[in-house]
């Protein structure tokens, strides 16, 4: 894998296939590889640019929570390194919250968005005390504690159990100081309602209809504040609809990237 080091930290990355580049940002605690059926068959016709965001992956954790705006920015490092000045910026849950602080950070560089199973808010007050309670039993314990925790949610119940132990592995490798770095980097997100309604490009919403960690009114919610957007639903998918039914997820994001001109 590609690798740039920032500000002292070392970044991984995948770039493949050729053709108008197409950013992937992966899910918490996951990295790079929850594309693998996207960068199995759709870099064909598309440069596909994946990141493990830093303290994933073979990503490097750097000091202090892993807030959304950095792990954009690591984005935008990584797409200039690919001679990249614009790309369609896709990222599922926490891949969402970073893709929506690269809109805020360089809106120029968005050339469409693609937001799956995430949301425009940020947490409450609970939910930002639950993100650090769990980073610190993650610290203490583990990602295991993120097995036991997340993976029934991750996925909806009829998901492929091969698919279901590749998330897991994912899981596995996640490092407990990545981990807890995201957690509460992620708590400390803004909302993004503004920044959404704010652009005017094109845009494609999708969940999973089984999604049991992000409530599917929240992709709603993103369709409605999105004017150029369009918003599917997957059946028979969780939370990793890229994953879990790939195929009708790689035909949705294939029609729509046909749709897109220059
Ligand atoms: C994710 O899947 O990236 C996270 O569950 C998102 C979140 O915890 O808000």
Known sequence: MPTLTRAGVSLSYRDEGKGPA???L????LNSDCYWPQLES???KWRLIAPDHRGFGQSKVGQG???MRTMAEDALAILDACGVD???VAGVSMGGYAAMALLR???SRVRALVLVDTQARADDEEGRARREQTARAVEERGVEVLVESMLPKLVAPECKPEVRS???RQIEAASRQGAAAALRGMALRPDSREVLKEFKGPALVVAGEKDAIIPVDRAEELAGLLSGSRLVKLPGAGHLPQVEVAEAFNRELHAFLSTLNG
């Open 22 to 24: 197409v950013l992937l």
């Open 26 to 29: 992966h899910a918490f605690p």
């Open 42 to 44: 759709l870099s064909g």
């Open 65 to 67: 929570p892993t807030e």
């Open 86 to 88: 614009r790309a369609v």
């Open 105 to 107: 950070v360089a809106p």
């Open 166 to 168: 590749r998330i897991k």
